[in-house]
């Protein structure tokens, strides 16, 4: 299989070190267009689109594959082989973070860093102990919409994912963007997403790791960066003035800003 097919990569820059953007359900790698080319002139960046989004191949979707989001890391480890090479800084958003925890826990030796960009290892609210966002029948409901009207879906998750303070053209473009899935594979890939639960594994990430967490994001609520960071061994927290569950759309400023303080000169 073609990787740079499969995954539609696209590679800029010249820099030494490799920064490599993980996008999240219902975008693509172009969410990261605002973020990304402020890193151009220090780093070579790679993106990447998950098969079944973006200009992925989505013949390249299977079953056997893609039925786990194991399967989904193995396609990041594959990427990062063919762009790397060497240790790379995977920053990753929300269930892209989630790949890259994944993918770190297989092949620690291929990461230099993880940025975890409102990632969440589980979206379901755990009580007493666990703050995820929402509750088992919230997110029963959310994937029953998916499946009984999935046009009416994407309307309505729009605003709840962007924020509902943020600009309408934004709102409405993530929704055009939801409503021209692949329904079939929006669904599939959805339920490994809005039911993951990967807290277990947490404890076999060696990594180091910056955790980039909203003040509000309905999805990934402030519990989740600070959940992340005690699970985290030598993890860092940063939470950045924000709402919505995409800072790099809505507020790229501090998002750059926060990566540049962080990571240091390449």
């Known amino acids: 299989m073609n990787v740079i097919k499969r995954n539609n990569v696209e590679v800029f820059g010249e820099g030494r070190r490799v920064l490599l953007f993980a996008h999240g359900f ?30 992925s191949d989505r013949l390249a979707h299977t079953y056997e594959r893609h039925g786990s989001l194991d399967g989904y890391a193995q ?40 940025v975890l960009v409102n990632s969440s290892p589980h979206f379901i609210d755990e009580p007493p102990d666990y703050v995820g966002g929402f509750s088992r029948a919230q997110m029963n409901a959310v994937l029953g919409g998916m499946e009984t009207d999935y046009v009416g879906w994407a ?13 309408p053209a934004l709102i409405r473009s993530f929704g055009q963007g939801l409503h021209s899935l692949d329904p079939m594979i929006a669904r599939r890939f959805g339920r490994l997403v809005f039911f993951v639960d990967c807290r277990a594994r947490l404890a076999q990430v060696s990594v180091p790791a910056l955790i980039v967490q909203s003040t509000r994001d309905d999805f990934a609520p402030r ?36 990566l540049r303080d962080q990571l240091g000169p390449a």
């Open 155 to 167: 309307r309505n998750m729009a605003p709840l994912a962007i924020g509902a303070d943020n600009d």
């Open 75 to 114: 396609d990041v480890l594959e990427v990062v082989d063919a762009f790397g090479p060497g240790p790379v800084t995977f920053v990753g958003h929300s269930i892209g973070g989630v790949l890259g925890l994944l993918a770190s826990i297989d092949r620690p030796a291929s990461f230099e860093r993880l």
């Open 26 to 55: 219902g975008a693509d790698q172009n969410c990261w267009r605002l973020v990304s080319r402020e890193f151009l002139k220090d780093y070579r960046v790679v993106l990447f689109d998950h098969v079944g989004f973006g200009g």
């Open 223 to 258: 519990e989740v960066g600070r959940y992340l960071h005690a699970q985290l061994r030598g993890s860092t927290l940063l939470e950045i003035e924000a709402s919505g569950h995409f800072p790099q759309l809505t507020s790229p400023e501090q998002l750059v800003a926060a």
